[in-house]
């Protein structure tokens, strides 16, 4: 029998770091810390050498096709699937941030979904039977923080495609190089239109999963892991890394059984379709 593989996208440090050690404390299987830069994610792995712990290692650049690519190919070879999948990689400009609403709108759209969607297209072939999959989303991605009814419709449509979100995402994109983002309902956050888009994203490629033919039992959440004391968050947040990684572990490795779920850091289920919940 094949040994169990467990893999963190943007893993060398914060969340995804701890989401790591949380596997390599509790997962029966290998684990790949992934990093965009080769020396920090030998240093982080390197780190939880001295604590007792023996994940491996492999560069990953999630924005760059021929990175994962190569992941792939070096996985397959080396082990023939994957079992768990955690898509942490993300970026978020600073709120003090001078680059232009339209910039931060095309990169953060292009890392936070579309190279999501480029890591998912690539190694969901490789998940085994009953793998899971894990998006990290925010509090940002709850469908109730656009403020366009029209687009909260659209992107909370259950027979909504990958093709139709990543179109609406190219708009959000077009909308803010024209200035027209807020004028369109789509707010004053690129950060949320990406999570929002992360969260839908699930939820469409779990019906895909449940409707493929043989079935794997494959799962697929999204998850706010709470507001941690993190580089994204100018280390502003009141959770542990670890705190972090709590609910991610959960949906990774516990028997719940869920499936097109969105989980809060609490591992509470929330509707995404419906109010607003209380943020932290």
Not at 202 to 213: A, T, V, Y
């Amino acid at each position: 029998m094949a040994e169990k593989i467990a893999v963190v996208t943007g893993s060398n440090k914060g969340i995804g770091y701890a989401i790591v050690k949380g596997l390599c404390e509790r997962f029966d299987g290998k684990v790949y810390l992934t990093a965009r830069d080769v020396s920090r994610g030998k240093e982080a792995v390197k780190k939880l050498n001295e604590l007792g712990f023996q994940p491996l290692f492999h560069q990953l650049d999630i924005t760059d096709q021929n990175s994962i690519d190569k992941f792939k190919e070096d996985v397959l070879k080396q082990h023939g699937g994957i079992d768990i999948l955690v898509n942490n990689a993300a970026i978020a400009f600073k709120n003090d941030a001078r680059d232009p609403f339209s910039k931060q709108a095309e990169e953060t759209i292009a890392v936070n979904y579309f190279s999501l969607l480029r890591v998912c297209n690539s190694l969901f072939p490789l998940l085994r039977q009953n793998g899971r999959v894990v998006n990290i989303s925010s509090s940002a991605g709850h469908l109730s923080r656009i403020p366009s009814e029209d687009l909260r419709k659209k992107l909370g449509d259950k027979s909504l495609t990958i093709d139709s979100l990543s179109r609406l995402m190219e708009k959000f994109v077009s909308d803010a190089k024209v200035g027209k983002h807020t004028e369109e309902g789509w707010g004053n956050s690129a950060y949320v239109v990406s999570k929002v888009g992360c969260s839908a994203l699930s939820f469409i490629q779990q019906r895909l999963f449940d409707n493929e033919k043989p079935c794997r039992n494959i799962s697929v959440n999204a998850v706010h892991p709470g507001y941690v004391d993190t580089d994204m968050t100018s280390h502003k947040g009141h959770l542990t890394i670890e705190e972090g990684a709590a609910a991610p572990l959960y949906l990774a490795l516990e028997d719940h059984g869920l499936k097109e779920k969105y989980v809060w850091h609490d591992k509470r289920v929330v509707d995404w379709y419906g109010e607003t919940p209380a943020i932290y």
